[in-house]
């Protein structure tokens, strides 16, 4: 039981409780919207309705559907009165029977929301002092929210000011994941004032993923993630336009959901889908804005903004997805919950920054930041000459994404030191004490050592850098060799566990 429809004659709430019944329920939630006395300081008589019915069943039964889809297990009903409402009576019923509360719960709240933005209905409101007024109940909101008291202090900002907000009103920007980094950016995109928001999820919330993924509740366990996401974020500024949409981004419907958007924040945590959305972003022209945590440190990067920052293909040369996910993917991993919190509003900073049409460091940079240490590093980054995107360079297919004909060398395994000759130096990054396979090696503690300095120890002997999963000591290497120094490797994704 899943339907909308339309009344004339006053609604019988007893009745409609019945058709929702069934075994399987464990909660009913209900939504009744009464016709009051009174609306902002004038004395309501009574309400008259009017309702386009083909146009407004149509799109009320599609609301009530993609509350059932977002909610599984929901059954939804709701009925909306038209023509002529006394004080006192119903003017919209929505219940929601589901096997938990939670679900019920936000099935409800979802589908009177959609109510009110999408179903084309209009109230004449008759006073008691005589006279009456049309509304379009599409437009109601809070009156006592206003936009430029939303935004009073962030427009006060020197370097912002209101022309900066107006760019942010009309930009409609793509959350792909709405996990700890999705969460944290998708917020503070939203209460900063972006036109739109689209947040694309597939998941549900899990009991684990609480500590760090802070639109959900102990609640919403085994609700939709990008639904649960909406509402949240829907309540936390009523100015943004915000869809929620429960689903994987995926090559058959990547450039449907990327085409026309102001740019894309990369929140998920598999290689596949940072290639997919990096390539097809490039194709279109908008730019991505791609973070990353593993453990206690993370990464920001800002592609398509500055050709000379080089791309994702660049950072990786010679590595296809399946090598990199096999070692890089960290679904499930360990992680630090504020880290990730922390650089999900780093990434929501360099996604307003660009926006507004302020500088963007990690456009020609990757940033690193780590929160065991409390260290950071922006390395540059450029165009590599032998990339496929970037530099020109022969390509093979693999697996959808590009990669580079012949390997660019930047990676070496432990086992292929001994044979290429030369005494060896590692740059342990980390200052935590490496495995033993590494003790017949000149080890260099470079934890925290300035730029120049590593730069000098490196330029003495062939040097193998090495972190503990690969991110920071590949970015390294490379900044290492684009400054004149070829003999520098990084560590192989494939020796990380």
């Known amino acids: 039981m899943t339907a909308f429809e339309l009344s004339a004659a006053p609604i019988d709430s007893a009745s409609l409780r019945a058709r929702l019944a069934r075994p399987g329920a464990g909660a009913l939630t209900v939504f009744e919207g009464w016709v009051r006395n009174e609306h902002r300081g004038r004395a309501v008589r009574r309400l008259e309705y009017e309702v386009f019915p083909e146009m407004a069943q149509t799109e009320g039964q599609a609301i009530v559907e993609e509350a059932a889809v977002r909610f599984p297990g929901c059954a939804v009903l709701c009925v909306h009165r038209s023509g002529v409402a006394e004080v006192g009576e119903l003017a919209v019923w929505i219940g929601a029977a589901a096997g938990h509360r939670a679900a019920a719960f936000a099935a409800c709240r979802s589908v009177i929301e959609e109510l009110k933005r999408r179903l084309p209905v209009w109230k004449k409101e008759h006073f008691v002092e005589g006279g009456s007024e049309w509304v379009d109940c599409t437009q109601e909101h809070n009156p006592a929210v206003r936009r430029d008291e939303y935004h009073a202090r962030q427009t006060r900002l020197p370097e912002f000011g209101p022309e900066a907000q107006v760019r942010l009103a009309a930009a409609n920007v793509l959350v792909v994941g709405a996990g700890g980094l999705g969460c944290a950016a998708a917020d503070a995109l939203v209460a900063a004032g972006v036109g739109r928001l689209t947040v694309i999820d597939p998941g549900l919330v899990e009991v684990s993923n609480l500590p760090r993924q802070s639109l959900y509740s102990a609640e919403d366990v085994g609700l ?57 972003g490039r194709e279109l022209g908008v730019p991505l804005v791609q973070a990353a945590v593993i453990g206690w440190e993370g990464t920001v990067n800002t592609f398509g903004l500055a050709p000379e920052g080089g791309c994702l293909h660049c950072l990786w040369p010679g590595r296809s997805v399946g090598e990199l996910a096999a070692v890089g993917d960290c679904q499930g991993g360990a ?81 292929e030191l001994e044979g290429c000759g030369g005494e060896w130096q590692v740059l342990n990054l980390e200052g935590a004490p490496l495995s033993a396979e590494f003790a017949r090696h000149a080890v260099v503690d470079a934890a925290g050592m300035p730029w120049a300095e590593l730069r000098a120890v490196a330029s003495r002997r062939p040097t193998l850098v090495v972190c503990a999963h690969g991110v920071r000591s590949a970015a390294v290497a490379r900044e290492l060799r684009a400054e004149g120094l070829a003999a520098v490797w990084a560590l192989a994704p494939e020796n990380f566990p």
């Not at 450039?255 to 990096?278: K, P, S």
């Not at 540059?380 to 580079?404: E, F, K, M």
């Open 224 to 280: 939709a993630k990008a639904a649960t996401a909406e509402a949240r974020l829907r309540a936390r500024n009523p100015f943004v336009a915000i869809e929620g949409v429960v689903g994987a981004l995926q090559e058959s419907n990547a450039r449907a959901r990327i085409a026309g958007r102001t740019l894309v924040l990369d929140c998920t945590d598999q290689f596949a889908v940072r290639f997919l959305l990096h390539d097809v």
């Open 335 to 415: 992680v630090f919950g504020p880290a990730v919190n922390a650089l999900g509003l780093v990434q929501a900073t360099e996604a307003i920054r660009l926006i507004a049409g302020l500088s963007v460091a990690s456009a020609t940079q990757t940033l690193f930041v780590s929160w065991l240490d409390y260290t950071t590093l922006a390395v540059s980054r450029s165009a590599q000459p032998g990339c496929p995107v970037c530099g020109g360079g022969a390509c093979v297919p693999d697996g959808g994404v590009l990669r580079p004909a012949d390997r660019a060398g930047l990676f070496l395994a432990t086992a």
